[in-house]
């Protein structure tokens, strides 16, 4: 993937022919548009309708079950249809409200039993308010002064009614009365057997309505493009019967705005980017499947237009970073299983297309790393079998885990390093790149080497920090003597970057840890299961599998997301705080959300 070259374009034309040319530019969809003055605070022509609409296509998107949809071009009544929609959304909430109500009364009436409370004028206007108090706050019945009873037990509660005209405070008592209405247990439940039915005509009719769901997604589309048009149009510079626009679109993009300039009678003005412009990033998406690598980048940051694609590099190590804290094979094969299985409902849309790629990716990283460490499930490969002899890692030996963890960070980030380094050559900037990783290659030298090896090491260090200190004060122009005493600060405080340098590579520490922890929850679980079921003769067998199945459960999924959370974070951290100079904006092209076709 490549930050892909923009051009900046200048239209002009007619402004009674704006409309027209808008839209072509918009259904075009290749241009960032760049405001020229600030539009007017804009409403939907029908905002009521807009927001009716828009509710009624989320409770269809949504529902559970959907039927095969009308087709474009089929004649509808947008307004009945919308009101159809919303008038099942009111009643599928009123009855699901009255459902759930009914569920906590009966819920609450069961312990009780099937009974009838009296009417007030059989108690002399009195009413009777049920409490279900737990049996430790039994003295708090002798300290009211109403009239009580217990008419019922439970091992931890007793059923007690009071009698009172109104209802008691909420004090009276260390809990609160339960609100079961009037009806008895059986009304209820025969009453929720008909809401039951109700809901279930309601969900078939909610089911019914998706029909509507392309044609109504197409008119809402339709019509925030209009108002998306509407703003544009208020954006451009006009003068008197022209108008003009600016933007910035991809190199490829000219012949197509070339052509529209044509069709519609616009001069068109193409330039390249001056020094002091930031066009927006557009990153080059090879096709669906590869393309997560840069959703991967565009999800924390966009990288400056001048800057470089890390795209390939983020993806390569999010991969490794992921293997290294899952450190299971079996645990990567379950990974894979799971995208294989969804691998064809995956691939409907463009975007389950790049997650699946990056599912195959993760597991077949992380079974292969799994491989290496000889980790099935926790469980070790038979000695001397085929698996053994690809077992080469050991992620319980600390020193050696640690030493690759640490060299693997101090790769990362020099990648990082030399990118900067290459994209800003001519600028101190790139000497101090190169120093830092000259730094950080005496630094391993001076930690894992021996004899001549460290002395080489503790020169070569000096060497990247005076190249880091030189970088820094380089950048700055001197115009005055005073500007070489900024010079000379700029370079020390360019220096105060080991002490991050230091940590961001200690970081990288995380991915033997949380591997390590992984490896021996797994094996913990294992033992903890096989000591239950030698203990337990009969039942043991049962208890195996179920704290196999919950123990490893549990290991996947804090696997997964430490893998994700922290193999993430050590690219957007670590690597692009080096690697970025510079953060951009994405490129957001003005375009339509519905194809007329």
């Not at 071009?73 to 009255?98: C, Q, W, Y």
């Not at 068109?268 to 990153?283: F, K, S």
């Not at 290659?441 to 920090?465: D, H, K, M, P, S």
């Amino acid at each position: 993937m490549t930050i892909v070259a923009m051009q900046r374009i200048t239209l002009c034309g007619l402004a009674a022919e704006k409309s027209a040319a808008l839209d072509g530019l918009q259904a075009l969809g290749v241009v960032h548009l760049i405001p020229l003055k600030q539009p007017g605070s804009l409403e939907p022509i029908d905002p009521v309708m807009r927001r009716r609409a828009e509710t009624a296509f989320r409770h269809i998107a949504t529902s559970p079950e959907k039927m095969r949809p009308y087709r474009p071009g089929k004649a509808f009544d947008l307004e009945a249809v919308v009101g159809d929609i919303i008038a099942n959304h009111t009643e599928l909430r009123t009855l699901s409200d009255r459902r759930d109500e009914l569920t906590a009364q009966i819920r609450a009436l069961e312990p009780w039993g099937d009974f009838a409370l009296p009417s007030p004028e059989a108690l002399a206007g009195q009413k009777m308010w049920l409490y279900a108090l737990p049996v430790k706050d039994r003295a708090a019945l002798d300290k009211i002064d109403l009239p009580w009873a217990i008419v019922g037990r439970e091992p931890t509660a007793l059923h007690v009614v009071v009698v009172s005209h109104e209802e008691p405070p909420v004090t009276l008592l260390p809990v609160l009365r339960l609100t079961t209405g009037a009806e008895p247990l059986s009304a209820l439940k025969a009453e929720l057997e008909e809401l039951e039915i109700a809901y279930e005509k309601a969900a078939a009719a909610r089911t019914e309505l998706t029909r509507w769901r392309i044609l109504l997604g197409a008119d809402l589309a339709a019509a925030q493009d209009l108002d998306e048009l509407r703003e544009v149009a208020e954006q451009t510079h006009d003068e008197d019967v022209i108008y003009a626009l600016q933007g910035w679109a991809p190199e490829e993009s000219m012949p197509a705005l070339t052509a529209l300039a044509d069709e519609h009678g616009l001069a068109l003005v193409i330039e390249a980017p001056g020094p002091g412009e930031q066009p927006p990033t557009l990153l080059r998406q090879g096709s669906d499947r590869f393309a997560i690598a840069g959703d991967l980048t565009n999800f924390y940051t966009s990288p400056g237009y001048r800057a470089w694609d890390p795209s390939f590099v983020v993806f390569t190590a999010f991969a490794i970073f992921f293997a290294m804290i899952l450190a299971d094979a079996g645990y990567a094969a379950l990974l894979g299983l799971g995208a294989a299985f969804f691998w064809r409902k995956m691939g409907k849309t463009p975007a389950g297309r790049r997650f699946r790629t990056l599912l195959a990716s993760l597991s077949a990283a992380a079974f292969v790393y799994g491989v290496a460490a000889g980790s099935y499930f926790g469980f070790p490969p038979p000695e001397g079998s085929f698996l053994a002899k690809l077992h080469v890692i050991d992620v319980t030996n600390f020193q050696k885990m640690m030493v690759v963890s640490v060299v693997l960070g101090a790769a990362h980030i020099s990648i990082a390093l030399l990118a900067a380094a290459y994209f800003s050559t001519g600028k101190g900037k790139a000497v101090a790149a190169l120093g830092w990783v000259t730094v950080i290659a005496g630094g391993l030298l001076l930690w894992l080497g021996e004899g001549t090896a460290r002395t080489v090491g503790g020169f070569t260090i000096a060497a990247g920090l005076a190249a880091v200190f030189l970088g820094n004060a380089s950048d700055r122009p001197v115009n005055s003597p005073k500007d070489w005493l900024l010079r000379i600060t700029d370079g020390m405080l360019g220096l105060t970057g080991v002490t991050k340098l230091f940590g961001d590579i200690l970081s990288y520490l995380r991915l033997f840890a949380l591997g390590l922890a992984s490896a021996s929850l797994a094996a913990t679980f294992n033992e903890m299961a096989l000591n239950v079921q030698t203990s337990t003769p009969g039942l043991g067998v049962l208890l195996l599998i179920l704290i196999l199945l919950f123990g490893h459960a549990i290991n996947i999924v804090i696997g997964i997301m430490s893998g994700v959370v922290h193999g993430l974070r050590l690219n957007y951290i670590e690597f692009f705080g080096w690697g970025l100079t510079e953060e951009g904006y994405p490129f957001r092209a003005f375009s339509k959300r519905e194809n007329p076709t």
